[in-house]
């Protein structure tokens, strides 16, 4: 079994992202050069193009936006990412404009992906399937 997982991200930033926050943020987008600091780790968000095993594109984008920025990003990423994704993500949650999810994040082998929130600043992971859960009677029957 391989430990590879599915994000999906949609978020919308406000115009105060700090310069070192949308730093950070624009080397994981593969939008600026690696400074010295960077060559010891690859880039989250950088992957363009088919997906080894989620299938579908990967991809992400980053724009300016009515009230600072949109992003919006669908990357395939190991396990042992995890961790440096939740310290991207928790660094950039304070400037979400809402609570709402920002976005998912699923085991490949999963059907259903777990909602990625911002609740106090921070991201939160909200599993959406409980352990006891049986599967909905088909629409067709």
């Given at each position: ?31 600026r050069p ?28 980053f ?56 609740h ?20 067709n029957?």
């Open positions: 079994m391989s430990d590879l997982y599915e994000l999906q991200l949609a978020w919308e930033l406000d115009d105060t992202l700090p310069g070192e926050v949308l730093d950070e943020l624009r080397w994981h987008l593969g939008l690696p400074a010295g600091s960077d060559l010891d780790r690859e880039p989250l968000l950088a992957l363009q193009g088919g997906a080894l095993r989620i299938g579908g594109i990967l991809g992400s984008e724009q300016p936006g009515e009230r600072g920025w949109y992003l919006a990003a669908r990357q395939e990423l190991h396990a042992q990412e995890l961790p440096d994704l939740y310290e991207l993500l928790s660094s950039v949650a304070p400037y979400a404009v809402t609570t709402d999810p920002v976005g998912q994040l699923r085991h490949y082998e999963d059907d259903i992906a777990d909602l990625l929130l911002v106090g600043g921070t991201v939160v992971r909200q599993p959406q399937h409980p352990a006891d859960a049986q599967p909905a009677p088909s629409l029957a």
